[in-house]
């Protein structure tokens, strides 16, 4: 289906064509985004195309009728816009020429036609697609239209006759125009609109309309062209006298120096000089310094060159190359801080320590090569690894750089790498670049004002790359302790040394950091406070720190540990503390209005005080509950906030022998169900079972909630649980949980996350957990009160673990044979 629609294309300015072109317009048309660009219709329009969809439609578009839709778009930073995102008013266009670039890209020449309006969008892949009706503008032949037509041109010659960028014969030109609506869409076309002001102009119907928009745009256009001039008249004034100032004092200069006498104005070279004199600088650094003051020394100081020296000479002085903090070597004094700082964390603390005194013991007593000399790169080595803390957000990975940085009473500094795509914020850009800056690792040191700072590189697992270069490249030589001692900025151009410096970086996922980058790291897990340890953060210092933050008194409001639980259990879910804090600082606000508002003196937070001002519960955790018929087992998992259980249920029919799984179970533990399945099957004899009953019954296996994703080996124990109390008729205990990799032999393999699970089987009231026995290592990761209130059962096969959950160790017991 087609419309057509007749279109008068001025084939000369100074008159209307005699005749019309006839255009066949489709009533679909491919529609191609703009991004800062408005196009308007009499035009010719160069494009550049390079995103993916946008390629095809123009080659589409040439293999057929050649006419597209231009857009503009409303969100230009959208890479691939949906309709919604863009105008709905465009113009129609014919593609003239096409030619391919070396990267792939298209430069793209269309010819604009006319204005058209989105009907209805028809589709949105492998590019977008719309109905389209034409809409040319009102055109009212009356005097006001005269008017404003000779208003617009009268404005617009000015304009052209003020601005350097039009040619002076664009005014006669603009003369020669006879069509108003042609001399409308001329001058919109480089009348520098803005984009929203272009999109109203393009929308504007009545021809009048977009006439009155440009004589009051190029009216404000030509006041601020005849206030540049002036402007312009005044500096051009100003530099005349400079440059007459310069001759006169070269002329001085060399009268000086005919004369012997000390030459005047030299002040800000000698100010510098004795910056440089002053300032214990290194050798190569004293020699570029003495270089560029040279240089600067020679040229007039009102050159733009001299202040591009001037600011090189201010970072090299004022850099510390060579003052350092004294670090406070004691121990125990180390350990204190961290124990003030953080609660529990052992291990972490531990190999904090460790970390510490290696570098005092180095320190101290310097590592010398086999030749008997001290060699930079092999005593920076031997100062310990760079550490890397990899957690959950909100875990303390960023204070525990602030303590060690307190501990050895050295200053602290920050750089967050999260977004960081170009490889000169880390190294910086070279001199002959304009506004050329020192890398943000330079930057940091300047800030931190010693030369051997606490260093946190934030964020360093979300380190992007792209055309600019590789930023975790370039961070592997700031990291490398063989290479940072002569780690060379590329702004600065001399070394600096960073070897003193304490470099820790943080990260939440260890998957996105570049191998190259993570050898040169030693890893330290901090996976996440239990529900005591929340307990105990909370009373030492998220409560302390929300009553200073809101006024309040120690004597004016009391949290309840009951109170601090129910925000743990059921009004935050995380691994960190974060959330606990800001819901914290909630009940504080809430508080300070029963203070402040209703005059009461003390408050005392408890459950019903918590549950009263938070409102309903937002997280409800799995809890143990009694089984009473078969087919049912608690697993224990291992989720991104923790630790939980989940119910493995199981019920059979009539059938042919068919396994169902639901639960949005994953690859890995689907083939546990089916190896559970399977083993139960071949020692239905020993569990008391028929085998024909498998042949006739049909088995659907369901874990809860359907709607959260789960996988992995770990639920294969309690899974063969299930099946084999389906199908034996007894029932599983109910306060029992179990873990474990299951193999058709019926050993039980070892699993990770062990210590997230058994808190999570304590939390939720259970008495007896079933793990493999080769995990009993990890049991001393769990805190010793955990420990004593649950009985820990390992085992290393299934028959095993059947006896403790089906409650028969008194009595007679399971034995399959291998």
């Not at 009212?140 to 000015?158: G, H, Y």
């Amino acid at each position: 289906m087609t419309t057509t629609t007749k279109i008068i294309f001025p084939a000369e300015p100074g008159a209307d064509p005699k005749g019309a072109e006839i255009v066949q317009f489709p009533a679909e048309l491919p529609i191609l985004p703009l991004r800062n660009t408005v196009a308007f219709p009499y035009t010719i329009l160069p494009l550049t195309v390079g995103v993916e969809r946008s390629i095809k439609l123009v080659e589409d578009a040439q293999n057929g009728d050649h006419l597209i839709g231009l857009v503009a778009m409303k969100f230009p930073e959208i890479e691939d816009p949906l309709p919604g995102q863009v105008y709905e008013v465009g113009t129609i266009a014919r593609i003239e020429r096409v030619a391919k670039t070396p990267d792939d890209h298209l430069n793209v020449i269309v010819h604009c036609l006319e204005r058209f309006k989105v009907g209805y969008w028809t589709a949105d892949k492998p590019y977008l697609r719309a109905a389209i009706h034409p809409a040319s503008d009102l055109i009212e032949a009356d005097l006001e239209t005269d008017a404003l037509q000779r208003s617009l041109l009268e404005v617009a010659r000015e304009v052209v006759a003020l601005s350097p960028n039009y040619p002076k014969e664009a005014g006669d030109f603009l003369s020669q125009i006879k069509s108003p609506r042609y001399l409308a869409y001329l001058v919109a076309n480089y009348a520098n609109l803005e984009m929203a002001k272009a999109q109203q102009l393009l929308e504007e119907e009545n021809l009048k309309g977009k006439l009155r928009m440009l004589v009051t745009h190029l009216a404000r256009e030509k006041e601020v062209l005849s206030l540049g001039q002036k402007i312009q008249s005044e500096a051009r004034e100003g530099m005349e006298k400079a440059q007459r100032d310069y001759y006169l004092r070269q002329q001085v200069k060399a009268i000086q120096k005919e004369l012997g006498e000390p030459e005047e104005g030299g002040s800000e070279a000698d100010g510098y000089a004795e910056k440089i004199e002053k300032s214990d600088l290194p050798e190569e650094a004293r020699k570029e310094a003495q270089r560029e003051l040279k240089r600067l020394a020679g040229m007039s100081p009102h050159s733009p060159e001299a202040s591009i020296i001037k600011t090189y000479l201010d970072w090299l002085v004022d850099l510390p190359w060579n003052k350092a903090s004294a670090d406070q070597t004691d121990i125990d004094h180390a350990r204190a801080v961290l124990d003030e700082d953080h609660y529990g964390l052992p291990d972490v603390k531990e190999r904090i320590i460790e970390y510490l005194a290696v570098r005092k013991l180095v320190a101290e007593r310097g590592v010398k090569t086999a030749s008997g000399k001290a060699d930079a790169g092999t005593v920076s080595e031997a100062m310990g690894a760079i550490l890397c803390f990899a957690g959950p957000p909100g875990v303390g990975k960023t204070s525990l750089g602030k303590s060690i940085a307190r501990a050895l009473g050295r200053t602290f500094t920050r750089m967050s790498l999260g977004g960081v795509r170009d490889e000169a914020e880390i190294r910086g850009h070279r001199r002959t670049y304009i506004g050329a800056m020192p890398g943000r690792v330079i930057q940091a040191i300047k800030r931190a004002g010693t030369n051997n700072p606490v260093f946190i590189l934030d964020e360093v697992d979300k380190i992007g790359m792209d055309w600019r270069g590789d930023p975790s490249s370039a961070l592997l030589e700031v990291l490398d302790p063989a290479q940072n001692h002569a780690f060379r900025d590329h702004y600065l151009d001399v070394d600096f040394d960073l070897s003193d410096v304490i470099f820790i970086t943080t990260a939440n996922q260890l998957e996105t950091i570049p191998a190259a980058l993570r050898d040169r790291m030693e890893i330290i897990a901090l996976d996440g406070y239990t529900e005591h340890e929340k307990l105990q953060i909370a009373k030492r210092h998220l409560i302390p720190r929300q009553f200073k933050a809101h006024g309040l008194k120690d004597e004016e409001i009391t949290f309840t540990d009951d109170a601090v639980r129910k925000i743990i259990q059921d009004y935050t879910r995380e691994a960190g503390v974060r959330s606990l804090e800001r819901q914290v600082g909630a009940i504080c606000r809430k508080s300070v209005v029963k203070i402040v508002a209703q005059q009461w003196t003390h408050v005392v937070v408890t459950e019903e005080f918590v549950r009263e001002q938070l409102k309903k519960e937002k997280f409800e955790s799995e809890r143990s509950e009694q089984i009473e018929i078969p087919g049912i087992a608690t697993g224990l998992a291992v989720t991104a906030v923790g630790g939980d259980i989940l119910f493995i249920e199981a019920t059979r029919m009539k059938g042919k022998g068919g396994l169902t799984l639901t639960g949005q179970l994953g690859d890995v533990m689907r083939e546990s169900a089916q190896i559970a399945h399977s083993y139960v099957r071949s020692k239905a004899e020993q569990l008391g079972i028929s085998p024909d009953v498998f042949e006739a019954t049909d088995v659907h296996l369901h874990v809860p909630a359907g709607a959260i994703p789960k996988d992995g080996p770990s639920a294969g124990v309690a899974l063969s649980m299930a099946m084999a109390s389906l199908f034996s008729g007894r029932t599983v205990r109910g306060d029992v949980g179990m873990t474990g990799e299951v193999t058709l032999r019926g050993r039980v393999l070892p699993v990770g996350g062990i210590k997230m699970k058994v808190l999570a089987a304590h939390r939720a009231g259970l008495t007896t957990v079933i793990l493999p026995k080769r995990n009993e290592k990890d049991l001393e990761d769990i805190p010793q009160e955990v420990r004593e209130a649950l009985r820990i059962v390992p085992v290393d096969r299934i028959d095993e673990a059947m006896n403790v959950a089906f409650g028969v160790e008194a009595r007679q017991e399971i034995n399959i044979a291998t």
